[in-house]
């Protein structure tokens, strides 16, 4: 369930009701529209009627205010963002893990979608006789689906064929050019895919890094440049707003978690989470930072 009593839910309840013109807990279908219009900039006319037409699951042509939160919080994304259909997640999972290692070890940029790294290295990496590979996936489950493709990833990584595509590379191999050289048959809607969730998961793991600073009082060890980055990447639709809905789809927190996390950076308690919000809580001081650690001690975060 959704906490009525922080604040971004708050800010939608007053919508809710705006519209709720006779006070009977439904809104009509072109409420509904408008608000998402309002909220959700970029959206086209056929993303706000689908998103209606799916709100509405009793088919009473009506919104109930449950239905109105669980199409603000739980639905898709008005912005769709590329699906991957051929390369499943747990392969690019694991890719994401060895790009994200060569970035940090060899990289001219600390962001892994702006990086460069030079192919010699990522060559060198690459040989059956280096473990850089293994040891960039060893925090992956060896287990199911996800050690199947580790395996798989691992001899791809290591065939003959990704190092004649190596040698066909630019000196210095940034992320789109590192998935065609490991994947050149995918078409190019594919490609777009992988590299959407390629940011997806830098998103999450800064996501997760900022959480843990804020919680357990690490330190400011990140950038302002990486803090903006993680921001954008969650920021789904670019509004410049993260929502409690973009926290838990592209953030990749549950809903308790992320309801509570906009409680702590809803620096003006409108119910919406600027960028200066984050830089701010940042900074917070520790006794805050207790209290929030205290709201997430169940959090696969800690």
């Known amino acids: 369930m959704v906490d009525d009593k922080a604040p971004a839910v708050q800010a939608m309840k007053a919508l809710f009701q ?84 060569l970035v940090k070890q060899y990289g001219n940029s600390s962001i892994p979608a702006e990086a460069g790294v030079a192919k010699d290295n990522i060559s060198k990496a690459f040989r059956k006789d280096s473990p850089f590979v293994r040891q960039s996936m060893s925090h992956l489950s060896d287990e199911g689906e996800m050690g199947i493709k580790k395996v798989k990833l691992t001899s791809r990584l290591q065939d003959p064929e990704v190092q004649d595509y190596l040698d066909k590379a630019p000196e210095t191999v940034k992320q789109d050019a590192f998935v065609h050289v490991v994947w050149p048959k995918l ?18 793991a800064k996501l997760s890094r900022l959480l843990k600073t804020v919680m357990c009082g690490e330190g400011n060890s990140l950038t302002a440049a990486e803090i903006r980055s993680m921001f954008d990447e969650v920021d789904v639709d670019g509004n410049g707003i993260l929502s409690v809905k973009e926290l838990v789809q592209a953030g990749d927190l549950d809903l308790e978690e992320a309801t509570s996390l906009t409680t702590f950076l809803d620096q003006k308690q409108d119910g919406m989470i600027e960028f200066r919000d984050v830089m701010e809580v940042v900074g917070m001081q520790s006794n805050v930072r207790q209290g929030l650690k205290g709201m997430f001690a169940s959090s696969q975060m800690n």
Not at 34 to 55: F, P, Q, T, Y
């Open 18 to 101: 705006k519209f709720d013109e006779d006070g009977d807990g439904t809104i009509s279908p072109q409420g509904l529209a408008h608000i998402l219009r309002k909220i959700c900039k970029g959206a086209s006319a056929r993303d706000i009627a689908e998103m209606v037409r799916e709100a509405d699951k009793n088919h009473n042509r009506v919104i109930e205010y449950q239905e109105f939160i669980e199409c603000l919080f739980l639905r898709g994304p008005a912005v769709q963002q590329p699906k991957l259909n051929v390369i499943s997640e747990e392969a690019c999972m694991g890719l994401w893990a060895v790009w994200w290692a």
């Open 187 to 204: 078409k190019s809607a594919e490609k777009i895919a992988v590299g959407e969730q390629l940011k997806r998961y830098y998103a999450q």
